[in-house]
C-alpha cells in the first residue's frame, strides 16, 4: 500500500502572462503550503491563489456549502463586516506565523469597492533569514457569491545601500 501524500491539495495553473501559480481550495491547504515554503527557504518568490468559503459561514451551514445562502455576499453588510474580521483577526495573524514573522503588522492596506467586488489590499515587508522580501496579500468578495478570493504574492526585497 502507497503512503499518502499529507501535503497540501494545490492545483497549478499558468496564467496569461506565463506565470505559474498555485491555486487552494482550503484555507489549511493553503496555510500549510506557505509554512512549507518558508521551512524550505522558498517564501520570497511565492504567487499563490486561494478561493473558499470563510469558516465562519461554513460553521453557520454546518461544513455544507450547498446551505449557504444566496444573500452572503458582498452586498450584504454582515458578511462584509464578519469577513473583514476573519481576514484582520485570522488570516493575516496565521499568513505571520507561517511566515515566522511576528513583526509583520500589514499596516499599509486599502479598501477598493464597486457594486461588483469589495478588494482588501494589504502589504508589508518582511525578513526571515536575513532575506528581506515584500508580502502582498488581495481578498476579494464578489456580489454574486459567498466564494472569497485571495491572491498571496511575495517578492524579493533588495535593500539600499
Known sequence: MAKKNKGPKVTTVTNKQGETLQVFETLEDFETFIKQE???????????VLNY?????LHHSHNDPEKISDQNNCHSRKFVRHLHQHVEKHLL???????????????????????????????????YHDKPFH????????HDDA???VDYRT???TIAV
Open 93 to 127: 495573524k496565521d499568513l505571520a506565523v507561517a511566515l515566522q514573522s511576528p513583526d509583520l503588522k500589514f499596516s499599509n492596506k486599502s479598501k477598493d469597492q464597486t457594486f461588483e467586488k469589495i478588494v482588501w489590499l494589504y502589504n508589508d515587508d518582511a525578513s
Open 38 to 48: 518558508t521551512e524550505d527557504d522558498e517564501f520570497d518568490h511565492i504567487h499563490c
Open 53 to 57: 468559503y470563510p469558516p465562519f459561514l
Open 135 to 142: 508580502v502582498a496579500v488581495e481578498v476579494t468578495a464578489r
Open 155 to 157: 517578492t524579493p526585497r
Open 147 to 149: 466564494l472569497v478570493n
